[in-house]
């Protein structure tokens, strides 16, 4: 069962330019979780998407970022008009329903990092 | 959430237990203790989630005090690929509306040859 993909690794974009990270989550996982790691800093909680549906954006800014998570297909984390602020690592989870014992521990990719000139 | 407190660095002889100290003085009853980890620019690992039990994993072994205010992960015999950002994270099991993870600011811990 692979794991967590995310592509591209590495992303070069200038500024003003579009960013989109591509996130495939685990096999029979329906639960999708964006994460941004600011150079030197923690991991912050950006957006939890289900299939077609945002569930939690509450991490999200406010402009140039949107998350979708089609019935088909990657999740797609989209980036407009990137600023130098917005280079950092991006990490993709996902987990599967939760179970009735509540407990969904979330699988990491292993990041997209995102660099703006 | 529960807010949690961890010590910024750690060091640990290669081959000895790592014990992994976390103070989370306002956990709820119904909030998990979580732990993983951050291996140098890597994704986040899980390693172990306890509600008040002790509980034991291929990975570590983690000890919740009887109060639930504190808690400790123990990795048995550390070696150097054990050396990451080790994050504590309380939260609902569910997580009601979102089941996001809140990261603190975790604890280095550097094994050393």
């Known amino acids: 069962n692979a794991g967590v993909m995310q592509n591209p690794r590495h992303l070069v974009r200038r500024r003003g330019q579009e960013a989109r990270l591509r996130c495939s989550p685990m096999?029979?996982?329906?639960?999708v979780y964006w994460y941004r790691q600011l150079p030197e800093e923690g991991l912050k909680f950006m957006v939890y998407?289900?299939?077609?549906?945002?569930?939690?954006e509450s991490g999200m800014p406010k402009e140039r970022f949107s998350a979708e998570f089609p019935k088909e297909g990657p999740s797609i984390l989209r980036i407009q008009q990137v600023v130098r602020g917005d280079s950092a690592a991006y990490f993709c989870?996902?987990?599967?329903?939760?179970?009735?014992?509540?407990?969904?521990?979330?699988?990491f990719g292993p990041g997209t990092r995102l660099t703006v000139l | 959430d529960a807010k949690t407190t961890q010590p910024t660095s750690m060091d640990c002889a290669e081959g000895r237990a790592a014990n992994l100290p976390c103070n989370h003085s306002?956990?709820?009853?119904?909030?998990?203790v979580y732990w993983y980890r951050q291996i140098h620019s890597q994704g986040p690992q899980y390693i172990i989630h306890?509600?008040?039990n002790n509980e034991t994993n291929e990975m570590a072994s983690l000890i919740i005090t009887e109060d639930r205010k504190s808690s400790t992960l123990i990795l048995p015999h550390a070696t150097l690929r054990d050396t990451a950002v080790y994050y504590c994270?309380?939260?609902?099991?569910?997580?009601?509306?979102?089941?996001?993870?809140?990261f603190g600011t975790g604890t280095l811990l550097a094994v050393q040859p």
């Open positions: 989870a996902s987990s599967p329903t939760v179970g009735l014992a509540g407990h969904n521990e979330q699988f």
């Open positions: 096999k029979g996982h329906s639960h």
């Open positions: 998407l289900q299939k077609e549906n945002i569930i939690d």
């Open positions: 306002t956990i709820s009853g119904n909030e998990y």
């Open positions: 306890g509600l008040k």
């Open positions: 994270i309380v939260r609902v099991a569910r997580g009601g509306a979102t089941n996001k993870l809140i």
